[in-house]
């Protein structure tokens, strides 16, 4: 699928990319990238989540087959920037909480090292790496813009999401059981857009 996605051609133009790239290794971890965005999102699922929160979690890595830049290895010397490019693809589709949780998880990773010590001791080498490479845990200046973003209780939340899933031998649903949420969550944001 070559063409820009449309309001009918997004959630398969996204499962496309879970089909032709989620075998990719993730980052040094024990799972795929579909494993690692899936894991997230069937553990938002049973934990009832808002379905924004679902699909942040589920879409929160795709910037890696979207950037320019390629995707990240554990021999990069400079940050690809995987969260920009991921939320630049889905800010014309997808609400702000959505493209939020999507462009600040890798800020909330540098958040809570900085203002949760304990969090930086549960990193993965992969992580620690990419941590490094985005510029470490946040100055006191960063945490402050940080704070008032009015999303910030969930960008956290999507960021320990992240973070859980990295389990090789969890089972979830493919993308295609996510794909009627997605396409609600954007029916819903474009309605909402077309009426303000």
């Known amino acids: 699928m070559t063409d820009a996605p449309t309001q009918d051609t997004i959630v398969a133009f996204l499962g496309d990319i879970f089909a032709r790239c989620g ?3 993730y980052l ?11 894991q997230g999102a069937a553990i938002a699922e049973q934990q009832g989540l808002e379905d924004e929160i679902i699909v ?3 879409l929160h890595d795709i910037g890696h087959f979207t950037s320019e ?10 940050d690809r920037h995987h969260e920009e490019a991921g939320a630049e693809v889905l800010e014309a589709f997808f609400p702000t909480l959505v493209t ?3 462009r600040h998880h890798v800020a909330a990773k540098r958040y809570l090292c900085a203002t949760r010590p304990a969090y930086f001791d549960r990193l993965s080498e992969a992580s620690v790496h990419s941590l490094n490479l985005q510029g470490g845990p946040m ?4 945490i402050a813009t940080f704070e008032a973003n009015p999303n ?3 960008i956290i939340q999507v960021r320990y999401l992240d973070d859980a899933g990295k389990d090789p031998d969890r089972v979830t649903p493919d993308f295609a059981h996510f794909a009627p949420m997605v396409q609600r969550v954007v029916d819903a944001h474009l309605a909402a857009r077309a009426t303000s």
Do not use: K
């Open 23 to 25: 075998d990719a290794e």
């Open 28 to 38: 040094g971890e024990p799972v795929t990238m579909a494993q690692h965005m899936l």
């Open 56 to 58: 942040a979690a589920l």
């Open 69 to 78: 830049f390629g995707t990240f290895s554990m021999q990069d010397t400079e």
């Open 100 to 102: 939020d949780c999507v």
């Open 139 to 142: 100055a006191p200046d960063e």
């Open 152 to 154: 910030l209780e969930r």
